[in-house]
């Protein structure tokens, strides 16, 4: 059974900073597309960061370029982001996402995934 576990979230300061971090078992996703997307109160779900299987290639939303940055430990079967420069606009839930074939592709949409976490919460304070 795969699950994918999201952790690292709470409360910080306007300008703090936060690091996510996502356990990946029941499959290696060394070579899938891996992702970060989030949902505030009364809005979709969003593309965050996502990071593809082949040759590690990154995508970043707008709002957040310059920002965060993703990562993977493909020995750990890990995926993190790191959010530096927080700000209120980016309180939501943050959910990480799992693609199931080996790609090339940086996949930035939610259909491009195949496993999903439950979620952890970030809370930004102005």
């Known amino acids: 059974q795969v699950q994918l576990v999201e952790s690292g979230g709470g409360l910080v300061q306007a300008g703090g900073s936060l690091r996510l971090s996502c356990a990946a078992s029941g499959r290696t996703f060394s070579r899938s597309a891996m992702g970060w997307f989030r949902q505030a109160p009364g809005k979709a779900r969003e593309f965050v960061a996502a990071?593809?299987?082949?040759?590690?290639?990154?995508s970043y939303a707008d709002s957040v370029k310059g920002r965060f940055t993703i990562s993977r430990d493909n020995a750990k079967n890990t995926v993190s982001l790191q959010m530096n420069d927080l700000k209120p606009e980016d309180t939501a839930v943050y959910y990480c996402?799992?693609?199931?074939?080996?790609?090339?592709?940086?996949?930035?949409?939610?259909?491009?995934?195949?496993?999903w976490g439950q979620g952890t919460q970030v809370t930004v304070s102005s």
């Open positions: 990071m593809s299987g082949i040759g590690g290639v990154t």
């Open positions: 996402a799992a693609g199931l074939e080996n790609t090339i592709i940086v996949r930035t949409t939610l259909a491009g995934y195949d496993y």
